[in-house]
């Protein structure tokens, strides 16, 4: 389509050429001017240049533009009439304009119009056929000027297109990885670990709002001196410059969880936990470091008031417990009590010994103590010991315990954490069981030659989606829950632990309104296996367990 600037500027470029040959004709071949058709046909290239320009060519259909250039044809071929000068080389405008902005068929309307002027008004000196081969050679130079320029211009337009195409593709992609760096701008910002990545030269090239808010750096301030100072420990002393989370990073020097401590631009301490990453640059030249940064204050504080609380609580239920053993023995002396009398203060006895020794150990958090391995243990004992302690309770509620199987059951292991599991086990029982309930404790071997030792109960039982949430942290069902029973969530993760540091399994089998069926087992054959290791798995869990959580 042709616009009217375009035809404006083609016409003008035209009009001008023609005015230049007017004035070099007048300067050198006046006599040219006396040719009527001459000036007619520079007073017509005039004449078409001031319509051109007066045309509302907007509201006119654009086909109507091709009207220019044939004029602009007719108009040289007036002056073809003047014999010593060829200004039908001036055809070469029109042609050129039609081969630009119009089809081919145009181009052979144009060249053909050209044609019938110079047959009509062009100089004939000679015989016919020298007539006739001057038009040839005017026609064959002029199309192929014209089929070379069409072609041309398909290309170029062609061109054109496939490289808006392919501008438009690259805006849109570069449209759309704007967007997606936005929005994982955005991800990134709202995450609360902080992240910041830096070059060699040491200049932060990108950093998340957490980064910003712990060092205290505003969005523009990426090169500026941060407020905060990070120190080698809470109140100790402050890291040389050298040795900042940013210049370690800068040298690329990998970190992985390194505890530094910071005193932010509000006066406050924080404990921070570093990692880096290296990302890859567009050269090895150009490597980049990702520091990842994770404020743990919160949890360390909540982690040493659950120490001191820990040692309080511990320390406060060790001085009556004392109190009750020692007057416990002072009883079981007397030689006037009766032997039942005499049996149920030696329950009292041992529970208060297990209890207070439970207390000293988790008063006394430094100390590990390994699960001993080595030492034969009979688990009917262990079981007998426990359903003594907890005869009462049950008694009161209606159940029955009967314990069945083995009369001994020996394996290698730790009685006191054996005891531990035997415990939880049955208090679960006891508690989740309605009154006047059965509970059955067997003792046994199984195919294996393994011990076995399996509790069943008649209680609430345990929902096939709850069940496998059973070994999780404070995880509690939700009829234990809403039936307001007491308990923590945690004794059967502490019980699965003693057992694996025991080389045993425990499975668990349960229907909701039925009841409940644990079966633990055992080796019967001493295990090589490292008693510090056993320690670690059982005894540190465990009492990792009520220290880094909280009870949900």
Known sequence: MVRTPSIWRWQLIFTGG???????????????????????????????????????????????????????????????????????????????????????????????????????FGNHPGDPAQMMLRVLIVVITLGFLGTTLRIGTQRSRAARRLLQRQSEQVNTAATRAETHQQRVTQIIDVL????????????????????????????????????????????????????????????????RGERVWLYDSQGRWRALQVSTQQLAGASDAQRTTLIIIDDVTEALEAAENRRNVSAIVSHEVRNPLTAVIGHVDLMLERDDLPSDVVAQLEVVANAGERMLRLVSTALDESKDEPVVLSEPVDLRQVVDASVASYHPTATSQGHTIEVTGRDTLLIYGDAFR????????????????????????????????????????????????????????????????????PGTGLGMGIARDIITAHCGTIDITSEPGVGTSVTLRFPRQREERSTHASAEHSTQRATQRTDEREPA
Not at 223 to 242: I, M, W
């Open 18 to 120: 023609i005015v230049a040959i007017a004035v070099m004709i007048a300067a050198f071949r006046p006599a040219t001017f006396a040719t009527p058709l001459v000036v007619a046909g520079f007073a017509l290239v005039i004449l078409i240049t001031l319509a051109t320009i007066m045309v509302p060519w907007d509201r006119l259909p654009a086909i109507a533009a091709v009207s220019v250039p044939l004029l602009d044809a007719f108009a040289i071929g007036l002056t073809t009439s003047t014999p010593d000068i060829r200004l039908g080389f001036l055809w070469v405008f029109p042609v050129t304009w039609l081969a630009t902005y119009f089809t081919m068929p145009w181009v052979f309307i144009g060249i053909a119009f050209i044609s019938v002027c110079l047959i009509a």
């Open 192 to 255: 609360d670990t902080a992240l910041a990545a830096i070059g060699e030269d040491g200049v932060i090239q990108r950093m998340n709002d957490a980064y910003r808010s712990l060092y205290g750096r505003d969005r523009f301030g990426a090169t500026l001196p941060s407020p905060a100072v990070e120190y080698d420990d809470r109140r100790g002393e402050p890291l040389p410059p050298d040795q900042t989370v940013l210049a370690r990073a800068a040298r690329c020097e990998l970190m």
């Open 418 to 485: 054996l005891r531990q599991v035997i415990d939880n086990l049955l208090s679960n029982a006891v508690k989740y069981t309605p009154a006047n309930g059965r509970i059955g404790i067997d003792l046994g071997v199984d195919d294996e030659s393994r011990a076995e030792v399996t509790i069943t109960d008649t209680g609430l039982g345990i929902a096939p989606d709850e069940l496998e949430h059973l070994f999780d942290p404070y995880f509690r069902a939700d009829e234990a829950r809403s039936g307001g029973i």
